[in-house]
């Protein structure tokens, strides 16, 4: 069965580094998603990205974030200047469609990010 | 906004036990339901879903009924395993983005 990729699974980083977040989505999937979770927090969304272009950004995603397809199957994160508060797991998901017909978003396993 | 809202956790039941975790919801619009599930170590699944009113999801055993009249989506199962020990989480989705509740953990004791 397709499933969404990411790596790392673990990235350990020093506070006002760049870090580079990977997803590969299902391959015939056109809609693709970033997603955070602080540990004991909700679920958050951050971005959507469809035909090469942000689709919708929640306020999280500010300008050290940067989302990016670099070639027909990956999906990056970039956040430039990482902190403390940047310290999450990371979710990246992708659909087929967009709209609310019930289209199913799938998920990745997720990268925990580490900011010291 | 909208929003989502689940019953605190975590939730202790016997092996066979009936199971509801209530989730009630506000939208302006006409949203989609979801249950995922997050089991220890690994990512979201989902679990089912329901796209109006009166739909009724199920998978597994668990189901769920997308009530209008009572904004509420409570996933039910009629009896538990070990194995369904997770995180249980409700969310909508009116556009883009998915919108979700606090999850609910699931621990079945034998």
């Known amino acids: 069965e397709p499933e969404v990729t990411q790596t790392p699974s673990h990235q350990v980083t020093q506070m006002g580094q760049e870090v580079i977040l990977r997803c590969v989505p299902i391959?015939?999937?056109?809609?693709f998603y970033w997603y955070r979770q602080i540990l004991g927090q909700k679920v958050e969304f951050l971005v959507s990205?469809?035909?090469?272009?942000?689709?919708?950004k929640s306020e999280i995603f500010d300008d050290q974030f940067s989302v990016e397809r670099p070639d027909g199957s990956n999906f990056t994160l970039k956040i430039r200047s990482t902190k403390l508060e940047d310290s999450a797991m990371y979710f990246c998901?992708?659909?087929?469609?967009?709209?609310?017909?019930?289209?199913?978003?799938?998920f990745g396993p997720g990268t925990r990010l580490t900011v010291l | 906004g909208d929003s989502v809202t689940q019953m605190e956790g975590p939730v202790t039941l016997s092996e066979e036990a009936f199971l509801t975790i209530n989730c009630t919801y506000t939208?302006?619009?006409?949203?989609?339901l979801f249950w995922y599930v997050q089991y220890p170590g690994e990512g979201l699944q989902l679990l089912l879903k329901?796209?109006?009113a009166d739909d009724k999801g199920s998978n597994k055993g668990f189901e769920a009924t997308y009530r209008k009249e009572t904004t509420s989506f409570h996933l039910e199962k009629g009896s538990v395993q070990v194995s369904d020990s997770a995180v249980y989480f409700c969310?909508?989705?009116?556009?883009?983005?998915?919108?979700w509740g606090a999850g609910t953990k699931l621990i079945i004791k034998p």
């Open positions: 998901a992708s659909s087929e469609g967009s709209g609310r017909g019930g289209d199913t978003q799938y």
């Open positions: 391959s015939n999937h056109l809609y």
């Open positions: 990205f469809y035909n090469n272009e942000i689709s919708e």
């Open positions: 939208a302006t619009g006409y949203p989609s």
């Open positions: 329901a796209t109006k």
């Open positions: 969310a909508l989705k009116d556009d883009y983005q998915l919108i």
